[in-house]
Every structure is written in structure tokens, then in C-alpha cells.
């Protein structure tokens, strides 16, 4: 009933960019959106659902695409709602989520340098965890563990 | 001028870097530098079994390493579809609490050495260690335990030891008395305490915010109430909050929760007396690694048909609100583990509490938000 809610409310403002509301334990759904209606579907379910607490940003590399999820939290419904997209491997690139939701910000750095994920119109996409430099991508099924890598670290600009 | 706390500093607690510009006294900008600490343990745990997993949940976050284990447990049991008997949830929500007791004291202890007190650093070491030979008891370490398993826990509680349990919170709740008289009663800690570090509750939900450092702003927020996980429903216990969003009422929220985990764990050790069962669910499929679980063909079988699920868990560990995305392809390891570390978050809104104070406010402030470099990093 939660995710039909939820459903009706994004489809009205976002058509077609919608792809479906799928149900997911204990959470009000997991909304699957084209990358291209990020920040409209972001804002609407940020002001007229009241998901207003950004809880994480993550990537999954699924080889053929990668997806970058949401989760989002409202403190007047008590829930959690997961927003996901499909992303093409060879261009996986979204609109931040910062300006909606300013937590949006290390996440994005984080999901960016692990999965490869470019967040156009971030205000400081930068390395967090890794090394300035480091040009690999730690989180793709690509990148192995049991190889090592040749790397050179630059120094960080102080 | 820019200025750079760390990566050795005894404000730090840990391996990382907080850069801020100041002028004069003032603090006009800052920049937490993290990576240091940077393990790689959601790659690593896509190389491992189910099981082995919960080895790094413990070195995550090395202060509560049961509230890491419990997280990933939950999401993983999602993902594979096995429910754990009713006896390991309330196992699991002791170690929860005894564990939320242990890193509050220990946050106490490091918080109040920052501040310059240095007696009560003792103490707080002293009654953390009662809680550490608690969890050595049954799980036979003292920080890194391997003591969750998917479908269960690994082992039951030794004799005699819920008795012994209940001396160790009659012990501390009177101790907490007088943590609050050594430190509400001292004008060195509140005037480098009150009014400093100040973010508000709008602030806190815009940041990612939550936690203690939420509660401390009046939002009445806890994973246990709005969520409830393993058996948190059926206990009974206040949500701690504070107003005034500053370093005192982060220290009063987390003196409250000490005292309603010992409300919690007096009712969970009445249930575990009262009800003796098994520990870990029977019929576990083999290649999860479970101690007990019948060897047969079936489990090749199960294997090799084993449905796929992905899982979502959240917790509130005793540094904030933690999260853990588990994606199962049908093979006996994870294809993708995703966690959300509180102090991440907490840390990510560092410009909002900082900007403004003195440099001589940033040890009391940052030894508030209460910061465990291990989980940030991962």
C-alpha cells in the first residue's frame, strides 16, 4: 500500500521516468527511475513525500551496467525508501543528489571513486578514502584482488 | 592560514586528518582528510564466504565490533533467507547493549582526557574492562569476538553467567552518578562544554546527521523504536534526547543511553534464564560454514539452486545510525556489500559545528561527535 503511495506520487510529477515502485521488506519500496529524471524525482520525493534525511549513496557494478542506489529516510512515516537507476557501463554518469540533499556530498565522492560513478554538477568531486591520483576503481568486478597493481601515488596538494 | 590536526594528533583518536583555516583564533573553514585508515573491507568481503565476513565487521569498528556484526548478520539472513531461533536475537541484543555500554565508556574516558580531566579516564577504563571480561567470557575475546553467524550465534552463554552480569550493571549504574557529579559538577568541564559545537536539528537532518548528535538537537530518532531489529520490540526503553544541540547535551543523551542499555539488558538476561533453546538454526545449507550443520547431498543441491535476495539492515550502533546493503547471486559469497557508517556522516558535516568556534574548541568538539576512524574508512 506504502509503495502504490509512493508510486502515484512520483509518477504524477515525473511520467514516464518512472520505471515502477517494487516492494522491499520493512521499507516503503525500492523506486527504480531513468537517470535522466534524477533531480525532478529526487525533489519530489524529498518535498511532497517528506524523504528528507538522505541515509547513503552507494554503486553496485553489475558488469553489463552499473546501478547507483539511494536510501532516504522520512521521520513523519517512520520508513525507509530506496531509490535505484541503471546506469550504462561505458557512460555511468547522474546528476548529484546535493542540492537536494546536502549529506549527498561524501557519499557521492565515495561512490565515485570506488565504482566509477560520475555526479555531474557535484560541488567538490574529489578522492576521500583513496589516494589523490589513484586512477583505478577499487569496487568494479574488473578491478581483481589477488593481482597487484603498479601505481604511483602523487603527493597531496597541501 | 591553514593548519593541519593530524594525522597524529591527541585530538584525533585515530588516523586522520581535520585541516582548518583560521584566522586569528577563529575557525573560518575546515576539511576532514580520511583514507588513512582505508582497508578496502567491501572489496575484501566479496572474496569471502558468508561467514568469514563477520572476521572484518569486528576490525570495522573496533570499539563495537558486535553492533558492526550484528548489522552485517542482519542484511546477510535477509539476503539468504534464513531466520535465526528466537534465543540467538535476544543473545544478539545483549551483546547490542553490553557492547553500546562498552564504547560509550570508552568515549567517556578518551572525551574527558580531551577536556583535561584525567581521573575520570581511569575510571571509565576501569568499568570498560568489567564489560570486556564479560564478552571474553563467552565469546572468548575481548574486542575482535566472531561471535554472530548467519542463522544464529555461535555458541551459548556459559553457567553462571547472567549472575554475573547483573553484579556488572549494579556496579555501574552506580558508577554513573558519579560520572555525572565528577563532570556536571566541575566548572572546567562546563565551561569548555556548554553553548560550543552547536548544530541544530534542521542542520542535522539536511547533513545526514544521527545518533546521539541528532538526539542531543530534541529529534527523537532511534533505529530500536522506529525500526525495530532482533528483539527490541518486545523490551521496554526510553529514546535518551537533549536539547540545546552542544557538546553537554551530546553528553547527557549518551549518559541516558547508558543507563537505559542497563534497563534493556536486566530484561533481556530475565528472558535468556527463563528460556533455554538453541542458538543457531537448524538445516543450514553446509557452505555457509555453520559449526553444527548436517552434512548431506542436499546441501550441494541447495547450493547450487540457492535462491538469490538482496538484503537491508540498520542498526543503531552506538556511534549513530548504521546501514548494510547485501546483494546474493546464488554463489556462496556476496556479490556487492555496502555499509553506511554513522561517523561518516556525522564527520562529512564537520563545517556546520566547527565554523566559527576557537581552535582551542575543536578537542571538546570533534570528542563529542564521538569518532571511530575504522568504520569511516572501512
Not at chain 2, 24 to 49: F, N, Q, V
Not at chain 2, 189 to 201: E, M, N, W
Not at chain 2, 314 to 336: F, W
Amino acid at each position: 500500500m506504502q509503495s502504490d503511495d509512493v508510486a502515484r506520487t512520483v509518477g504524477a510529477q515525473v511520467g514516464d521516468r518512472l520505471l515502477g515502485v517494487d516492494p522491499f521488506p520493512r521499507t516503503a519500496g525500492r523506486l527504480r527511475f531513468r537517470p535522466d529524471g534524477a533531480l525532478e524525482v529526487f525533489r519530489t520525493v524529498k518535498e511532497r513525500l517528506g524523504f528528507d534525511h538522505l541515509s547513503m549513496v552507494g554503486g553496485i557494478d553489475w558488469v553489463t551496467h552499473r546501478e547507483v542506489l539511494y536510501v532516504v529516510w522520512s521521520d513523519s512515516r517512520r520508513q525507509y525508501l530506496i531509490l535505484s537507476a541503471d546506469l550504462p557501463a561505458d557512460a555511468a554518469r547522474i546528476e548529484s543528489a546535493s542540492p537536494i540533499w546536502p549529506a549527498a556530498e561524501w557519499h557521492e565522492r565515495e561512490t565515485w571513486e570506488l565504482v566509477d560513478i560520475q555526479f555531474d554538477h557535484h560541488p567538490d568531486l574529489r578522492h576521500l578514502l583513496l589516494p589523490d591520483g589513484y586512477e583505478f576503481h577499487p569496487l568494479l568486478r574488473s578491478f581483481k584482488l589477488h593481482e597487484p597493481e603498479e601505481l604511483e601515488v602523487k603527493q597531496r596538494s597541501v | 592560514m591553514w593548519i593541519n590536526m593530524g594525522p597524529q594528533h591527541p585530538m584525533t583518536h585515530g588516523l586522520w586528518n581535520l585541516r582548518v583555516k583560521i584566522d586569528g583564533e577563529i575557525i573560518t573553514d575546515c576539511d576532514p582528510e580520511m583514507g588513512y585508515l582505508h582497508r578496502g573491507i567491501e572489496k575484501i568481503s566479496e572474496d569471502r564466504h558468508y561467514n568469514e565476513v563477520v572476521t572484518l565487521m569486528d576490525r570495522t569498528c573496533y570499539v563495537a565490533g558486535f553492533a558492526w556484526e550484528h548489522l552485517y548478520i542482519l542484511a546477510a539472513e535477509e539476503a539468504l533467507h534464513i531466520a535465526p531461533p528466537e534465543r540467538a536475537e535476544y543473545l544478539r541484543t545483549m551483546c547490542d547493549e553490553f557492547q553500546r555500554i562498552g564504547s560509550h565508556l570508552m568515549w567517556y574516558a578518551a572525551f574527558v582526557q580531551d577536556i583535561g580531566l584525567m581521573s575520570p579516564f581511569l575510571y571509565g577504563m576501569r568499568d570498560r574492562d568489567l564489560v570486556l571480561d564479560l564478552f571474553q567470557s563467552y565469546t572468548g575475546a575481548r574486542m575482535t569476538y566472531e561471535y554472530m553467524r548467519v542463522g544464529g550465534v555461535r555458541n551459548d552463554l556459559p553457567p553462571g553467567f547472567t549472575g554475573r552480569a547483573r553484579k556488572v550493571l549494579d556496579w555501574l549504574s552506580d558508577r554513573f552518578v558519579e560520572y555525572d557529579r565528577l563532570c556536571l559538577g566541575s566548572d572546567i568541564f562546563r565551561k569548555r562544554c556548554d553553548g560550543l559545537g552547536v548544530l541544530s536539528a534542521a542542520d542535522c537532518i539536511a547533513t545526514g546527521v544521527t545518533g546521539p548528535m541528532l538526539r542531543s538537537a530534541g529529534v527523537k530518532r532511534d533505529v530500536r523504536r522506529d525500526r525495530p531489529y532482533a528483539s527490541y520490540a518486545q523490551l521496554d526503553f526510553d529514546v535518551a534526547v537533549a536539547d540545546g544541540a552542544d557538546v553537554t547535551a551530546r553528553y547527557l543523551v549518551r549518559m541516558e543511553e547508558m543507563r537505559q542499555s542497563v534497563r534493556l539488558l536486566r530484561q533481556v538476561l530475565d528472558w535468556l534464564d527463563r528460556h533455554p533453546g538453541p542458538v543457531l538454526a537448524d538445516r543450514l545449507p553446509r557452505w555457509l560454514g555453520a559449526p553444527y550443520a548436517p552434512v548431506g547431498k542436499e546441501d550441494y543441491v541447495l547450493k547450487r539452486n540457492y535462491p538469490k535476495g538482496v538484503g537491508f539492515s540498520s542498526v543503531e550502533e552506538p556511534h549513530g545510525e548504521a546501514q548494510a546493503y547485501v546483494v546474493n547471486e546464488g554463489s556462496e559469497h556476496p556479490y556487492r556489500v555496502k555499509f553506511r557508517s554513522p561517523v561518516f556522516a556525522n564527520l562529512s558535516a564537520a563545517r556546520h559545528y566547527l565554523i566559527g568556534y576557537r581552535v582551542a574548541d575543536i578537542p571538546p568538539i570533534m570528542g563529542s561527535v564521538d569518532i571511530c576512524v575504522g568504520e569511516v574508512d572501512r
